[in-house]
């Protein structure tokens, strides 16, 4: 059976279990440090959803980021590094993951909810169709800052 709860703190099983999980997401991303932890936790937009194993003394299984925030046209929510443990794949976390999210994207007022899927998941692209989420005709563009002009000197 799996749980999903928003972490209200953070203490050194999520530290743990965010060391295992982030370079299962990402290789070229470190795992978040307990200071940035404490920052996504407690900042009002973010929301840090984990997936417990109710059996195995509640052990982190995945992860997830859902923000929720204000703009001119409404409130909006967005899907971020979503990761299950290799182990626990097949169990039904990632859905479970994603449902909590829907829910609470929907209690905070948001319309719609957003999220971005490397073509190469198969399995969380499938999930994401499976429970509704629908491929928009859109494009996705990305600057790292590092790279933008500086429009004064110029």
């Not at 299984?61 to 626990?88: C, Q």
């Not at 905070?108 to 989420?133: C, H, K, M, W």
């Amino acid at each position: 059976m799996v749980r999903v709860e928003e972490c209200t703190e953070v203490d050194d099983r999520l530290v743990e279990a965010m060391t295992t999980l982030i370079p299962q997401l990402s290789s070229s991303s470190p795992p978040p440090t307990r200071e940035q932890l404490e920052e996504i936790v407690g900042a009002d937009a973010t929301h840090l959803l984990v997936a417990r194993d109710e059996g195995d003394d509640g052990a982190i299984l995945g992860a997830m980021t859902l923000v929720v925030f204000r703009i001119p046209t409404g409130v909006r929510a967005w899907i971020e590094d979503v990761v299950v443990d290799s182990a626990a794949r097949g169990r039904g976390v990632g859905e479970a993951l994603n449902r909590a999210a829907l829910d609470l994207a929907a209690q905070r007022g948001a319309r719609t909810v957003d999220l971005t899927s490397r073509p190469t998941r198969e399995a969380a692209n499938r999930l994401y169709q499976r429970i509704g989420f629908v491929q928009r005709e859109t494009n996705v563009y990305r600057m790292e800052t590092a790279e933008v002009p500086d429009q004064r000197t110029q």
